[in-house]
Structure formats: structure tokens, C-alpha cells
């Protein structure tokens, strides 16, 4: 556990040295926020539209899949840079040599990306709300157990594919193209769950799917604890 | 002379295919309500029976070559991948051409054609890894280990997109196979069609993974060859 702790604090020193994750994503997330806020029809939001409540509730209902899709494609990103700086360095190379199992390095990694994307998504989510015109001020201990839920299957996913794209000369295209499709069930049930609390203010009905996304933590931290090895091994 | 074993799965492959198209145009009667249009079934339904079996390949080639390392079981999930995409492609657009007149699009959004389509782009993916692997070894253990990833992640894609469509799980996903029994004729078509594409599938992983190998050694003699070889 300890080592777990120590390579995620290893992550985070550099990264609070070089700034190559975490502000990229920031940035980069925030703009995919004007980008796709600016493309909703106006008076969409909460604000009294100009037929009665027509476009609140649309706005609700898409603002899930919104705010989702933007996320996996901050994560790609992001994930990316994170790998790679361990690569272009030859710091793995030290990190294999180290006394370290790889089951620890691939969760103390995961456990810095899980830092990069709560950080995105505590300035990205507010502001998709800001800009969408969607109160959910009461409704966010809902939208952190989302958040938190989706997260770990975001970076165990993020964590095992980012060093596996390293060993292709397309990094960032195959690292998109691996993580899109195996992450679907995970964005899907995040962007229902999403929608749901925003329209009704509560998960009733939709609880189903917390379990998909438990399941999809589980299976995939173990799958990426176990097969981590593989895909660093020199 | 030596025989090749590859050569009597050529004579039976193609024997089979002939039995199966001429079941197809001239035996089996045409379905009553879809019309003529019914036939593409017969190379639907089993393009995506030998796309779901070379993926499962897939899935155990690359746990076999993790446990032990043999080139031998890299080649088969590599070759399998290919035949898979191929099988998949052909399921997708045979479904489409189906559904242009029986559901009036080429596409739409059910469960199943979602997930043929994400297991289509799966696999892409993993062939795209693979042609641009900077280190054959490391590039294979690291497709074993996307191999296995992807394939994991069927079920959970399965649930997630029939759930998506808002229909109440319990009702949908334990759901018995309950349509109506097809009538003996097609029924034997059909079956007829799967041996056939089943055998097709075999040869095709045949003779992709001598391919491979020759590949293999070619680059491998190429790279003896080079003075400086990092």
C-alpha cells in the first residue's frame, strides 16, 4: 500500500513540476464546454424559455451524454500525456527495476490519474451547469457518486491502455480508438444516470445501472492490476 | 508428395458453400411476410456466429501466449482478429442490407447490431495496435493483453445497450429465445451455412497464420541482415 502511495506521490511531484496533465485537461475540457453549450438552442436552459419549459427539460435530458462524451475525450487526452511523459523520460524503465510489483505501480498510477480527472471534472462540471443554464446545486452528492463511480473504470481503463499505446508508433490515435468502445458501458450508464437526476432529481429506476458500473470497476482494476506487467515489461 | 491438409478444407469448404447457396436460390421456400429479402439471413446469421467464435479465439489465443510465451498462440489470436473483422464487417453490412426494406433504414439503434458494431471497432482497434507496434514482442504481449480487455468488455457492452433503449432489464435480458420455430427447410440452410462459414473461417486462420509466420521470419532474417540494428 505504500507503494502504491509512493509511486502516485512520484506522479503528482512531477506533475505539480511539469503541468503536462492536469492543466491540459482542464483547458481542454473547459473548451469542449463552450464548444458544446454554444451549440444548444438558446433559452434551453432553466431560465423561463419562450414556450413554456420545452427546452428545459431537452436540455436535461442531453446534458448527460454532454457532459460524459466531453470527459472521455479530456480523459484520452490526458491519460495519454501521462503515459507518455513516463515513457519519453525512460522513467519506466527505473520504475520496472524498482522493488515495486507491477499490480502496486499500475494502482498507484491509476491513482494519480484519479486525482487529474476529479480535478477536471470539479471545474468541468460546474461549468457545463453554468453555461447550460442547469441548477444542480442540490443535487450534487448525486452527481459525485457518479463521478466517482465512473472514475474508477475511467482510469483503469485510462491507466492500462495509455502504456500500451506506448508501444505503438500512433500513440494518441490507438490509445481513442482502444478506449472509445471498451469504455461505452461506462459512459453510457453515467450519461443515463446523469440524465436521470437532473430530470427527476433521484436515481429511481435507474439503480441498475450503478451495478453495471460496479461490476465494470471491479472487472477491470483486476484485469488491469493483473495484465499491467505485460504491457510494461521490457 | 506431401499432402496438405489445407487442401481436402479447400475441397470441403467450397462443397459446402455450393451446397449452402444452392439451398439458399433454389430449395428453401421463400418466407412468407419479408419476402425474397428473408435469404440474407442465411449469410447474416452466420457471418455473426463466426464473428462472436473467432473473437472467443481471440480471447484464448492471447491467454495462452501470456501463460506461455509461444509465438504459435500470438499468431492464431493475431490471424483470428483479421478473420473476425472480416465476418463482422460482412454481418454488419448484410443486416443493413436486410433493414433497408424490412425496417425501412439501413441502421438503427437495436442492442444487437450496437454491439456487433462496438465489437467491430474493438477489434479494429486491436489490428491497428498491431500494424504500428514499434517492437513485434512487446507489441504482442501487449495485443494479448487488448485482446483480453476487449473481450471482457462484451457482456457489460451487451447489458449497457439493451438497457440503454429504456426497456426494464428483467424483461429483456433473460428473455428466451421465443420466436416462431423456423420450419425444418430453413432450419437445415441455415445450419448448412454455419458449417460452411465455419469451415471457411478455419482455412482462413490456416492460412493467415502460415502467413504470419512467413512474415515473421522474413523480418526477422531482414533484421539479421541489417549491419546496425538498434
Known sequence: ?234 | MKKDPLALGVIFVAAALSAGLFAIFFWVPTEEFQGVVQRIFYVHAPSAWVAYLAFAVVLVGSLAYLRTSDKRWDLVAHASAEVGVMFTGLALVTGMLWGRPIWGAFWVWDPRLTLTLVLFVIYVGYLAFRSTATDPDRGARVAAVIGITGFAAVPLIHFSVDWWRGQHPGRTVFRPEDGPALPEQMLITVAVMALAFTALYAMLLVMRVRLLRLEDDVDRLEAALTPDVA
Not at chain 1, 6 to 12: I, S, T
Not at chain 1, 55 to 71: D, H
Not at chain 1, 205 to 217: K, N, Q, R, S, Y
Open chain 1, 1 to 234: 500500500m505504500s507503494k502504491v502511495l509512493a509511486v502516485a506521490l512520484k506522479d503528482l511531484r512531477s506533475e505539480a513540476r511539469s503541468k503536462q496533465v492536469a492543466p491540459v485537461m482542464v483547458a481542454f475540457s473547459l473548451s469542449l464546454v463552450f464548444l458544446l453549450t454554444f451549440a444548444l438552442p438558446p433559452g434551453s436552459g432553466d431560465a423561463p424559455p419562450p414556450e413554456p419549459q420545452a427546452g428545459a427539460v431537452a436540455v436535461r435530458e442531453v446534458i448527460g451524454p454532454l457532459v460524459w462524451t466531453s470527459l472521455l475525450l479530456a480523459a484520452v487526452i490526458g491519460f495519454g500525456r501521462s503515459a507518455s511523459a513516463e515513457h519519453e523520460g525512460g522513467m519506466i524503465e527505473a520504475l520496472i527495476l524498482s522493488p515495486v510489483d507491477p499490480a502496486a505501480l499500475f494502482a498507484g498510477k491509476a491513482l494519480a490519474n484519479f486525482l487529474f480527472l476529479t480535478l477536471t471534472e470539479m471545474a468541468m462540471i460546474p461549468a457545463f451547469a453554468l453555461f447550460a443554464g442547469v441548477g444542480i446545486t442540490p443535487l450534487w452528492p448525486g452527481i459525485l457518486a457518479v463521478a466517482l463511480a465512473a472514475n474508477l473504470g475511467l482510469v483503469a481503463i485510462g491507466t492500462l491502455f495509455g502504456a500500451a499505446a506506448q508501444h505503438s508508433s500512433a500513440r494518441s490515435l490507438i490509445l481513442a480508438l482502444l478506449m472509445f468502445p471498451v469504455l461505452l458501458p461506462l459512459i453510457l450508464a453515467a450519461a443515463k444516470l446523469t440524465s436521470t437526476l437532473l430530470l427527476q432529481g433521484s436515481f429511481v429506476g435507474a439503480t441498475h445501472w450503478f451495478i453495471l458500473m460496479a461490476v465494470f470497476d471491479l472487472v477491470f482494476t483486476v484485469i488491469g492490476a493483473v495484465t499491467f506487467e505485460f504491457v510494461i515489461q521490457e
